[in-house]
């Protein structure tokens, strides 16, 4: 099983259902759960789950949600380099309403960390990097990306990435990002991010166009499930969805099982198929908890 280095962003997540009618100055009741989260982190924990040796880097408060964060990752089996700063941890709050989903981020210590106390050691005997996209929307988080990306490269890594939401591609600048990223041999984004990247609307040809900068990749579709590649590979999969249940994280569990089987064999096909087993059975455990 593949030994994995994941860098980016870790947070608590707060999520909720948002009701139809919001009083001004009142209260209403309604379900609120609170979890540990963080694209990257959440990557982490789901690829320690399905058996890869997984290393995390990066920076959490000096504050309760740190602890909690830190305790998740180690209860995960993935084990932490966090740094730890004076600035309150990553948070996310969720809103989940019948018009779609909301996420309001606070980003906390997640921009707060030291590229300098990247250890070189810990690229040693590891197969394989990592990265949240949204790293390299910040100036600190980049600069850490692109030491991690150096050091990968000189250990003969191979590298993923992970886009960020499209809104937030498009404030940063789409030449700019896909720039930053082009060290990536896999990317994963989903089909808005995906259409921001290559200016197309259809998914067969975001693919192809994806594919002429990135050699191996998925394209996720929610209800429309995924179309992976590796050349020119494609593998086409529906998708199992779970109706009433937030999506936050499924993503990040696709990309794991995905990576994660793709690096076991370089089976594209079989790569695709068990990232949508992934997803679905983190869709299926918060359906049990809800």
Request: charged share 20%; proline share 4%.
């Amino acid at each position: 099983m593949s030994h994995i280095l994941v860098l980016g962003d870790i947070n608590l997540d707060v999520l909720t259902n948002v009701p139809a009618s919001l009083p001004p100055d009142g209260e209403v009741r309604t379900d609120v759960r609170v979890e540990p989260g963080g694209s990257a982190a959440s990557f982490a924990r789901t690829a320690a789950g399905l058996g890869a040796t997984v290393e995390f880097i990066g920076c959490v408060g000096d504050d309760i949600a740190g602890d909690i964060l830190i305790k998740s990752l180690v209860r995960a089996g993935v084990t932490p380099h966090l740094q730890r700063g004076a600035t309150v941890s990553g948070t996310i709050v969720s809103l989940q309403s019948s018009n779609g989903k909301t996420m309001l981020c606070s980003r906390g210590a997640n921009d707060m960390i030291d590229p300098s106390l990247i250890d070189e050691e810990w690229f040693d005997g590891v197969d394989h990097l990592h990265i949240s996209g949204y790293a390299f929307l910040s100036e600190a988080q980049r600069a850490a990306a692109n030491r991690a990306i150096e050091m990968a490269q000189s250990h003969g890594m191979s590298i993923s990435i992970d886009p960020p939401p499209a809104n937030l591609i498009s404030s940063f600048g789409i030449e700019r990002f896909l720039s930053a990223i082009s060290a990536a041999r896999i990317v994963l984004p989903n089909l808005a991010e995906g259409r921001l990247m290559t200016g197309e609307e259809g998914p067969e040809r975001v693919v192809d166009l994806l594919s002429t900068r990135f050699p191996i990749g998925a394209l996720t579709m929610g209800r429309n499930g995924s179309i992976a590649w590796d050349g020119q590979k494609l593998s086409v999969r529906r998708a199992e969805m779970i109706d009433g249940v937030d999506p936050t994280g499924a993503g990040d569990s696709f990309a794991a099982g995905f990576i994660i089987s793709y690096l076991e064999d370089g089976n594209v096909g079989r790569a695709n198929r068990d990232g949508a087993a992934a997803a679905h059975k983190h869709l299926l455990q918060r359906s049990r908890s809800a």
